[in-house]
């Protein structure tokens, strides 16, 4: 790929067959060409991806990565985040100026100018923090383990964690980008904790300056939040009738969080007052309430699929059934929750049995 004119680059990542990520990935780009409103005509998109995935239809880029680079980039196929490091450095390499990685998981809410604004010679920017590893359970051993190994100047219970959704870093940073990988497999082969790679990045890219942080310029969603998103990507990307370009992105509707009525709020509480029940139960029971009086089929299911995740989580299964009657199997078929929802709930009645 030719050496594109230094500016300002936003990377993706997509490579394998799950399609939640296309979609995702569609509403990322767009979200960032909307809220840059034009004002920004250096922006550019790398997408690094199998070619399978690549996106002609959106205004990106497409960096084809080898069989041969996913292997090395993911340390042999062991460890998938890994990939974000590596991309990284491939793509300054490419770009010439300021990159910031974005996981596809995200929607700009704000102008990606703001961001890059951000990063300059002694300030990385990464999506947000996480506290200390001190305050996370999966590092407890490997902060041992790494003290005894000699790293604990590095690797200590006061050290910061931050969420690596995106990450922002310009040419000069390419030292401290090595660095990070070499500490990351130096960690991975003590014990390979699933976000060894977040914790180098945030170590290692402040150098002798500071980390900045982005969540309030990008909504990065996860857990019950998903299902917002998934469930409301497809009529968001309706909406542009199939023209994804910078110039139909300011069509794209702002996704947000369906509102919980006020009566679902109140009687979520009774109930978990009367029942004794934990905070994921009554959330769960909250969603399931939202979702008999939702307006559109889109909502409806949307908070079905919350109800359902926080019920997964949840050991008041028991109570579950003889409250939740709308999604109890006997009422699955008069729910009008969609054929695929329908079997996730009796799945998940026949795992509880």
Not at 34 to 50: I, N, S
Not at 200 to 207: D, E, Q, S, W
Not at 292 to 299: H, K, V, Y
Request: charged share 25%.
């Amino acid at each position: 790929m030719p050496r594109a004119d230094a500016g300002h680059t936003l990377l993706y990542l997509v490579y394998g067959s799950n399609q939640k990520y296309q979609q995702e990935l569609s509403y990322s780009v767009l979200s960032a060409f909307r809220e840059a409103k034009e004002e920004r005509p250096d922006l550019q998109v790398l997408l690094f991806c199998d070619a399978a995935n690549q996106r002609p239809d959106l205004p990106v880029t497409s960096y084809v990565m080898s069989d041969e680079e996913r292997r090395l980039w993911t340390l042999e196929g062991t460890y998938n985040h890994a990939i974000k490091i590596f991309a990284l450095r491939k793509a300054l390499e490419i770009a010439g100026g300021k990159v910031c990685f974005v996981d596809t998981d995200t929607a700009f809410r704000k102008s990606p100018q703001l961001l890059f604004d951000r990063i300059t010679e002694t300030s990385a920017v990464m999506h947000a923090t996480e506290g200390a590893l001190s305050d996370l359970h999966s590092w407890s051993s490997l902060l041992g383990k790494a003290a005894a190994a000699g790293l604990d100047d590095v690797v200590s219970p006061s050290a910061r964690m931050y969420n690596s959704g995106l990450i922002g870093v310009m040419p000069t940073m390419s030292e401290a980008l090595e660095e990070a990988c070499t500490l990351m497999r130096r960690l991975y082969e003590i014990e390979p904790v699933f976000n060894i790679e977040q914790f180098v990045l945030g170590a290692l890219l402040p150098r002798d300056g500071e980390m900045q942080l982005a969540d309030d310029l990008v909504d990065h969603y996860w857990g019950y939040r998903r299902h917002i998103y998934h469930g409301q990507i497809p009529s968001a990307l309706a909406a542009l009738k199939g023209q994804y370009s910078a110039q139909t992105a300011q069509n794209l509707p702002v996704i947000t969080d369906p509102q919980k009525p006020l009566v679902a709020k109140l009687r979520a509480r009774i109930h978990a007052m009367l029942n004794q029940t934990d905070a994921t139960y009554r959330f769960g029971y909250l969603a399931y309430l939202a979702s008999g009086s939702a307006g559109s089929a889109e909502e409806r299911d949307i908070w079905a699929h919350i109800a359902l995740d926080m019920l997964e989580r949840s050991e008041a299964k028991d109570l579950a059934r003889r409250s939740f009657r709308r999604f109890a199997p006997e009422g699955l078929k008069d729910s009008g929750l969609n054929e695929a929802l329908q079997k996730e709930w009796m799945s998940f009645w026949s795992a509880a049995d």
